[in-house]
T-cell receptor, first 113, second 117 residues
Framework: SQQGEEDPQALSIQEGENATMNCSYK?????LQWYRQNSGRGLVHLIL?????REKHSGRLRVTLDTSKKSSSLLITASRAADTASYFC?????????????FGAGTRLAVHP | DGGITQSPKYLFRKEGQNVTLSCEQN?????MYWYRQDPGQGLRLIYY???????QKGDIAEGYSVSREKKESFPLTVTSAQKNPTAFYLC????????????????FGDGTRLSIL
């Protein structure tokens, strides 16, 4: 099973609406990161939230972290068609003798004009 | 502009053939990574390198090989031993090797899509 799992798998909304994506993880973390991937492109780092932070903002993005529930959410406010992409959360896992970044399967967001 | 360049964008492999994917970065990053992405899935780590002339296997290294002779270059070879190579391959880099307690976002190239002929 994955360290990070996003929910929902797919989300379809109209421009101007808010989009909320959730991420659950299994082990203790130092930080959690969110990335965005446009179709056929690489990932772009959006925001990092540390384990001692509860909320963080960056432009139209708002990330929350609840370490007691081992979950995080990414909120995109006033969505635009250009926000259409897949969104991944990533956490650090120490496994096999080294630290590695574990990505979930992602949430595919479609924003319709 | 600084960034990571992957080439080619599309690659086709014949049965029994080895192919090499290029990854070059001019960000002066020490750490570099190769990931494999299958449709509808997250990324899985193939190999990573913390510094020049050093690299370590990730979760799915079988059938792949890498080298790190220069700081800016981390090529990935998909060998004939990899029986299911069709996937999207992503190269990434970060300032320093990924360690707990360090906030290190990874920077990604635009990927190479590998298919079987």
């Amino acid at each position: 099973s994955q360290q990070g799992e996003e929910d929902p798998q797919a989300l379809s909304i109209q421009e101007g609406e808010n989009a909320t994506m959730n991420c659950s993880y299994k082990t203790s973390i130092n930080n959690l990161q969110w990335y965005r991937q446009n179709s056929g492109r690489g990932l772009v780092h959006l925001i990092l939230i540390r384990s001692n932070e509860r909320e963080k903002h960056s432009g139209r993005l708002r990330v929350t972290l609840d370490t007691s529930k081992k979950s995080s959410s990414l909120l995109i406010t006033a969505s635009r068609a250009a926000d259409t992409a897949s969104y991944f959360c990533a956490t650090v896992l120490f496994s096999g003798g080294y630290n590695k970044l574990i990505f979930g399967a992602g949430t595919r967001l479609a924003v319709h004009p | 502009d600084g960034g990571i360049t992957q080439s080619p964008k599309y690659l086709f492999r014949k049965e029994g053939q080895n192919v090499t994917l290029s990854c070059e970065q001019n960000l002066n990053h020490d750490a570099m990574y190769w990931y494999r992405q299958d449709p509808g899935q997250g990324l899985r780590l193939i190999y990573y390198s913390q510094i020049v002339n050093d690299f370590q296997k990730g979760d799915i290294a079988e059938g792949y090989s890498v080298s790190r002779e220069k700081k800016e270059s981390f090529p990935l070879t998909v060998t004939s031993a990899q029986k299911n190579p069709t996937a999207f391959y992503l190269c990434a880099s970060s300032i320093a090797p990924f360690r707990l307690g360090l906030d290190q976002p990874q920077h990604f190239g635009d990927g190479t899509r590998l298919s079987i002929l």
